[in-house]
C-alpha cells in the first residue's frame, strides 16, 4: 500500500535553532517527492520538488533531502524565524499515476 | 494577479441541507482537483479534472459531486449524503493531470455543517 509517514507528528524549537523533519515513504514506483508548508487555516504551498536522480534541494532556508534507497526525506530548516511556524507536509507521487500521496504532516512551532 | 480563489473562507450549514463551494482559477490550467483536510490526516483527494466536462472520482467521493463546465471553475457541492462533512476543503490545479507538474492550492474553504 502506498503511505507516506512523517515524524515527528509536532516539534517545537526557539528561534535561530536549526531542526529536520523526517518523511519515509512507501510509494513504488516513485515519480517525485514534494515539501509543501501549510500556514494555520491556508492551502499549502510547495518548498520543494525532487525526482529520483535528486540528492538534495534547497529553497533559501529549507533544504531537501532524498535518499531514494532507503525511500527517505528528510527537510532541514536553518536559522529558524517565527514565521516558520506551520505544518511541513511530505508528498509522493507514483509514476503512471495521478495521484498524490500526502503525509499527515509535522507540525513545527517557533518560540522566541 | 494570478491565483486560485476559493470562496467563502467559512461556511456555516444546518445538516441536510447542500452546499456549494466555489474554486476559481486564472492560471489557464488544465486540470483541477478537490482535497479534504482532517485533524491529524493527511489531505485525501475527493475529485478531480483534467479537462473541461471530465472529471474522475477520487479517494472519498461518495456524498460529493462536482462540474467543470468550464476550464476557469471547478465548484464542489457536499450533499446531505456526506455522513461527516465538517472539514477543511482544498482546491488545487496544476497545468496537466500528470504527476510531475506542480499543484497550486488555493487559500481553502472550512466548512462547518451542525
Known amino acids: 500500500k502506498n503511505q507516506v509517514e512523517q515524524s515527528p507528528q509536532s516539534l517545537i524549537i526557539l528561534e535561530g535553532k536549526n531542526c529536520t523533519l523526517q518523511c519515509n515513504y512507501t510509494v513504488s514506483p516513485f515519480s517525485n517527492l514534494r515539501w509543501y508548508k501549510q500556514d494555520t487555516g491556508r492551502g499549502p504551498v510547495s518548498l520543494t520538488i525532487m525526482t529520483f536522480s535528486e540528492n538534495t534541494k534547497s529553497n533559501g532556508r529549507y533544504t531537501a533531502t532524498l535518499d531514494a534507497d532507503t525511500k527517505q526525506s528528510s527537510l532541514h530548516i536553518t536559522a529558524s524565524q517565527l514565521s516558520d511556524s506551520a505544518s511541513y507536509i511530505c508528498?509522493?507521487?507514483?509514476?503512471?499515476?495521478?495521484?498524490?500521496?500526502f503525509g499527515s504532516g509535522t507540525r513545527l512551532l517557533v518560540r522566541p | 494577479d494570478g491565483g486560485i480563489t476559493q470562496s467563502p473562507k467559512y461556511l456555516f450549514r444546518k445538516e441536510g441541507q447542500n452546499v456549494t463551494l466555489s474554486c476559481e482559477q486564472n492560471l489557464n490550467h488544465d486540470a483541477m482537483y478537490w482535497y479534504r483536510q482532517d485533524p491529524g490526516q493527511g489531505l485525501r483527494l475527493i475529485y478531480y479534472s483534467q479537462i473541461v466536462n471530465d472529471f474522475q472520482k477520487g479517494d472519498i467521493a461518495e456524498g460529493y459531486s462536482v462540474s467543470r463546465e468550464k476550464k476557469e471553475s471547478f465548484p464542489l457541492t457536499v450533499t446531505s449524503a456526506q455522513k461527516n462533512p465538517t472539514a477543511f476543503y482544498l482546491c488545487a490545479s496544476s497545468m496537466s493531470g500528470q504527476v510531475s507538474y506542480e499543484q497550486y492550492f488555493g487559500p481553502g474553504t472550512r466548512l462547518t455543517v451542525t
Open positions: 508528498v509522493v507521487s507514483a509514476r503512471s499515476s495521478y495521484k498524490l500521496i
